[in-house]
């Protein structure tokens, strides 16, 4: 069993940045495929990158290229989110999640297994 947790959340001002990231335990593979959702009070759960779990091949949704940029650690088996230039809209609950046949979707019925997720406060 998949076990994800992430950490590094918190509160930042418009403009600042921060990292957060998600450590996983349990059996997987390098054909698996890790992504980080958001979803903010009444909104959707929005995809937002994803990296293959080898540490190649990454994709980021539009709203956030160039400033989110998604990395593997293999030593410390954990995916980051680096986030800068940050918008009251990035707001939300950052969840990662393990999709178990390595395909790069952004829907987020495609994925197994979820982190508890980690709040995200960007104030203006």
């Known amino acids: 069993q998949v076990q994800l947790v992430e950490s590094g959340g918190g509160l930042v001002q418009a403009g600042g940045s921060l990292t957060i990231s998600c450590a996983a335990s349990?059996?997987?593979?390098?054909?698996?495929?890790l992504g980080w959702f958001r979803q903010a009070p009444g909104k959707e759960r929005e995809f937002v990158a994803a990296?293959?779990?080898?540490?190649?091949?990454?994709w980021t949704t539009d709203s956030v290229k160039g400033r989110f940029t998604i990395s593997r650690d293999s030593a410390k088996n954990t995916v980051s989110l680096q986030m800068s230039s940050l918008k009251p809209e990035d707001t939300a609950v950052y969840y990662c999640?393990?999709?178990?046949?390595?395909?790069?979707?952004?829907?987020?019925?495609?994925?197994?297994?979820w982190g508890q997720g980690t709040q995200v406060t960007v104030s203006s």
């Open positions: 999640a393990l999709n178990t046949r390595g395909v790069y979707v952004s829907d987020h019925a495609w994925y197994d297994y």
């Open positions: 349990g059996p997987t593979s390098n054909g698996y495929v």
């Open positions: 990296i293959a779990w080898i540490g190649i091949g990454t």
